[in-house]
């Protein structure tokens, strides 16, 4: 692709139109995947979900929590983990219009072969971060079950992984629930 399609278009159209690309990629997996049918408006409540949670990146404010990021985060290519490890992929989808939201997680070996994968549906109405942060917990407890003694825990959600890197001790459900997601990860 030469780029035409970005050329006279403004930095908000450039979200618009990868936001709905990505929502659109994501019905296409859940239909071949889970078999499932998702509308157009399901897809736009996607898409507005995702955007939302760029412009809520892009935010300046929203840029003084970088102050837990580390050398390897945000990388643009999966990382191997160490040969005797298991690397977990977290995710999670909000659906507004059901009130629900799926999460969805991937184990891999060093090799990049897919071990198994697990995907749950919640009839919830949460926030992204939490819908995260439930993700990392699931994640941790289907290690437990699994064995995996050896884990690498990756997720997008900068601020479930900020949370759970710092120290100060705040009161709210989300940071409650990480909590919880850390005395699992000790056990």
Known sequence: M?????DNSKK??????VSLCWAIWNARNQFVWDNKKSSVDR???SMRQYLAEYSKAQDFFTQALYQFVEHRDGAQVWVRPKNSAVKITVDATIFAESSSYDIGMLARNDKREVICGRLESYPSNVRADFAEAMAVKEALSWCKLNKWHEIVLESDCLSVVQALRCSIAMRSPFVILLGSVERCSRR
């Open 12 to 17: 908000e159209e450039h979200a618009e139109i």
């Open 2 to 6: 030469d780029g035409s399609l970005f």
């Open 43 to 45: 897809v736009l409540t």
